[in-house]
């Protein structure tokens, strides 16, 4: 089945901890995406990528970096810079344009 | 720079009973809209969308919407709701010239009372 998975489900890290998040999509799609969702607060965006080997910084960037080596995978590193990690992270890929987003399940980070 | 309002950030209502989600946006440009549905601890999934044509759109599971370009405005309305319609709903849009961004409203969680 075509789909976007997120890996893990439940991420644990302890505070001043690089952690790397997985997004892998099989549908073929040109762009991917990565928000963060904080209760109340909506989607917002953090990183995007249109092409292999491009990316762009979203509203809320810092503290965060991303890699695209391959049109399948764009995994998202929260740094130890970003000052509040704790939070439901969502990746989403869609055809170049102005097409709806898939998203994954999403990955629950809690840094103790 | 787009931005999508949603009105209400909670609505309580009755099984069976009609609801309406609201949507208003903001853009210079001409634009795209949608409405996603997002359950616990799940990604957002689309329940319909407006690229052209008719203002009325069908979604799934028994949504309707309709895109009013004066009011700019995309309500989401259903005329009979279900326990499992319980869940948050995100209004979306993308501008024609923004290559795909989309932004997303903060959400309306719609909760269905037996």
């Known amino acids: 089945d075509g789909g976007i998975t997120q890996s893990p489900k439940y991420l644990f890290r302890k505070e001043g901890q690089n952690v790397t998040l997985s997004c892998e999509q099989n549908l073929n799609h040109d762009a991917m995406y990565w928000y963060r969702q904080d209760p109340g607060q909506g989607l917002r965006l953090i990183y995007y990528?249109?092409?292999?080997?491009?990316?762009q910084k979203g509203d809320i960037a810092e503290g965060y970096s991303v890699s695209r080596e391959k049109k399948e995978s764009f995994p998202l590193t929260v740094t130890s810079a970003q000052k509040n990690p704790t939070a439901f992270y969502l990746c989403a890929s869609s055809w170049t344009g102005n097409t709806e987003a898939f998203f994954g399940q999403g990955t629950r980070l809690t840094v103790v | 720079a787009q931005s999508v309002t949603q009105l209400d950030s909670q609505v309580p209502v009755f099984e069976e009973a009609p609801v309406e989600l609201r949507c208003n946006y903001s853009s210079s440009v001409s634009v795209y809209l949608f409405w996603y549905v997002q359950y616990p601890n799940q990604g957002l999934q689309l329940l319909l969308k407006?690229?052209?044509?008719?203002?009325l759109v069908k979604g799934i599971n028994g949504f309707e919407a309709e895109f009013n370009k004066s009011q700019t405005s995309f309500h989401l309305r259903k005329p009979s709701v279900h326990i499992s319609d319980t869940a948050e709903y995100f209004c979306a849009v993308i501008e024609f010239t923004n290559a795909g961004k989309s932004t997303f409203g903060d959400g309306t969680t719609l909760t269905v009372k037996p």
């Open positions: 990528s249109q092409i292999v080997n491009d990316f």
């Open positions: 407006y690229l052209s044509g008719s203002t």
